[in-house]
């Protein structure tokens, strides 16, 4: 009878120890988390406290699982003056979109095209609508389909900053990902 009471005492300690364990390990994950906060979109920066465990179930993210959460962020694109193709530096992050378009197949987006004020109407409607159209034919070669993405040019009609200097216009000349 002794010896079972030893090994019932042992199994006790064993258990409190985990549950300890446990809790002090989950309070650490959710501190971790916590800190971190949501990066500045399209900053590129990965938080360097994941741990990658691709087969862990602890809810971790990888680090691959935060580069696409990082991207996703993104949804605005900057275009240089006078200019439909969209930066080579962007394309990393649009084939986290595209990516993540292919994989949920009932997602819509709207790819909204702008242009700064200089130009007629007619002329910034149509940049703003090829700027679109770059970065759907991008989204469709990577996975997107077709179906999920629609393409509105806004043209100079809406800026996203007013005025007119060159950081302004710079601003103003962009794509912008909206989901539906």
Sequence with gaps: MAKQSIQTIKMGLMAISLFALVACSSTSDTEEGGMGGEGSAGSGSSNSSARTNPGSTSGQLS???????????????????????????????LSFH?????????????????????????????????????ILNYLIVNG?????????????????????????????????????
Excluded: C, W
Excluded at 65 to 93: C, G, H, M, S, W
Excluded at 152 to 179: H, I, K
């Design 98 to 134: 595209a990516r993540n378009l292919a994989a949920n197949s009932s997602m819509r987006i709207r790819l909204e095209g702008h242009a700064d004020e200089r130009g007629t109407r007619e002329y910034n409607l149509a940049l703003g609508e090829r700027r679109a159209n770059s």
């Design 144 to 180: 997107a389909s077709r179906s999920q993405v629609e393409v509105v040019s806004y043209g100079e009609e809406r800026p996203a900053q007013a005025g007119q200097s060159d950081s302004a216009y710079s601003r103003n000349r962009r794509v912008e990902v909206v989901t539906r």
């Design 63 to 93: 680090q691959e699982e935060i580069r696409a959460q990082n991207a996703l962020r993104q949804t605005v694109f900057y275009f240089d003056f006078d200019v439909a193709e969209f930066k080579p530096a962007d394309r990393e992050t």
